[in-house]
């Protein structure tokens, strides 16, 4: 049954000081007027058992408890209590009076358990649409992008090797087979369970990511997988120390910076991107992403969705010759012409999909960059399959350049994220607490986008902007950014 907490009442003879204007004072009263905490009793109630059982905590503290976790940077569920119980705005903030005891550290654990990543993502739509209802409008134009969250796993700790192409149940099979998997957890973070869709899943959606787990793990006799957190991945990517890493990736719209859509991966796949377009049916027209996305499949899911892609060329760190982006195509012909002018006509089709295209023999024979180009007698080029969706693409020109502008602003959210909401480490064992953690800080910045735009209103460039990808008129504030410099 669903606990409802009743209205705080003032104690006998006990006043409760007056609360300082802090800015986390302030921040937790616009995210009181944020969120309809009716709706997420609501939301929580298909978690419970109706009116059968002793009554519950309420839905709506646990999940101001989470979100105050998020804003204070919190590491652990311990100090987050120890806070809240010293904390006069928090007390305030949850409806506890200076007397009452917070739930415990456990309690919040087993409540994210139950309420699942699914419930917190569904939360992160409702403040996007109470920032729309206040005002903030919503473009067209998404943009896509991701970065690596660290572990609660170690490489030196335990671990155990598996096959490099091995499957997820095959994973936690090796895992649960180990003796003292467990050793050096403690209460406050329990050890993962098995996802309960495991064993219901068709083998061939049990990828379990282990192309990126190998390829992180670098050894010949199979990748390593962490005891303690099976599901993360190991990761030697440039930059970045070789250690256990999720991937978390956002959705967010240049216009008014709010973060539309937060996922989890255990490695970031460049599908993911379709993923982040589907959860907005018929609202996203154009994706700007980086060149890790550009793949063949994902072109084409979005030449079939409709949505035009500002992505760039994959780098392919070509020592010599012509890259394939830089031959001319003619589609009635069939033929590709490179640059010096020579045209390279079909020659075969390989069982894959892709295609062969060579020049004539003694047509490079001339060619004055012929010893650089190639080194056989004519040049080869190799199409991959779906090349004309890849071709849709908008890879070079203004608003190419314009949306890549873009995508480079909204890097920010990864600092703001790590920097003040904890998102550079793992709060919890397993993708699904990846997953909760994403979301709950995606709420956060749009909270903090929400309190900027209210304080100073929307600026003209970004109302024009807004004008142009939505076709209405928006009436923008005369208020300016305090303490910045406006361009003449």
């Not at 949850?94 to 419930?119: T, V």
């Not at 030697?236 to 859509?261: H, N, W």
């Not at 020659?347 to 010893?371: K, L, N, P």
Request: contains cysteine; hydrophobic residues 35%.
């Amino acid at each position: 049954m669903m606990g409802r907490r009743p209205a705080r009442q003032g104690e006998l003879f006990c006043y409760l000081p007056e609360v300082p204007r802090t800015k986390l004072a302030a921040r937790l009263e616009e995210l009181e007027r944020a969120l309809d905490w009716e709706q997420v009793r609501c939301r929580a109630q298909a978690y419970l058992a109706g009116d059968r059982g002793r009554p519950s905590l309420d839905p709506a503290v646990v999940v101001k408890l989470l979100l105050l976790h998020k804003l204070v940077g919190g590491r652990s569920w311990r100090g987050l209590v120890e806070f809240a119980s010293d904390s006069l705005c928090s007390r305030q903030f949850l409806g506890y009076g200076l007397s009452e005891d917070l739930p415990s550290h456990q309690a919040l654990h087993d409540w994210r358990r139950r309420l699942g990543a699914e419930f917190f993502e569904d939360l992160l739509g409702d403040i996007v649409g109470h920032c729309q209802r206040e005002g903030m409008v919503l473009s067209s134009v998404r943009v896509v992008d991701a970065t690596a969250v660290k572990a609660q796993a170690d490489p030196e700790g335990p671990t155990v090797r598996v096959e490099a192409d091995a499957d997820e149940l095959a994973v936690w099979q090796a895992v649960v087979g180990c003796h003292g998997a467990n050793e050096g957890d403690d209460d406050d973070d329990p050890s993962p369970e098995p996802p309960p869709t495991l064993l219901s899943r068709p083998p061939a959606l049990r990828d379990g990511s282990a192309k990126g787990g190998a390829k992180g793990g670098g050894a010949k006799g199979g990748r390593l997988v962490s005891r303690h957190d099976p599901e993360a991945r190991l990761s030697a990517k440039p930059g970045l120390p070789r250690d256990f890493y999720y991937q978390v990736s956002f959705a967010s719209d240049p216009v008014s910076g709010l973060i539309t859509s937060a996922m989890a991966r255990p490695t970031e796949e460049p599908v993911t991107l379709l993923a982040h377009v589907d959860a907005e049916p018929g609202l996203v027209a154009a994706v700007v992403a980086d060149c890790h996305y550009d793949t063949t499949e994902v072109m084409a899911g979005l030449a079939q969705r409709g949505i035009t892609a500002y992505i760039p060329y994959q780098d392919h760190q070509r020592q010599h010759g012509y890259r394939r982006e830089q031959f001319g195509h003619s589609a009635e012909l069939d033929c590709y012409q490179c640059p010096e002018g020579v045209l390279l006509t079909r020659r075969a089709t390989m069982s894959d999909g892709r295609v062969t295209y060579r020049a004539r023999v003694g047509a490079c024979r001339d060619c004055r960059r012929r010893s650089w180009c190639t080194s056989s007698e004519c040049r080869t080029l190799t199409v991959p399959a779906g090349s004309a969706e890849r071709e849709l693409a908008r890879r070079a020109g203004p608003e190419y350049e314009l949306r890549q502008a873009q995508r480079r602003a909204q890097e920010h959210v990864w600092r703001w994220g790590k920097r003040d909401f904890g998102l550079s480490r793992a709060d919890g064992l397993g993708l699904a607490q990846v997953r909760i953690s994403a979301a709950l800080v995606a709420v956060c910045i749009n909270l903090g986008k929400l309190v900027k735009w209210r304080e100073t209103g929307p600026r003209p460039e970004a109302v024009a902007r807004a004008q142009e990808a939505t076709g209405r008129r928006i009436e923008a504030s005369p208020r300016r950014w305090p303490g910045r410099r406006r361009a003449a």
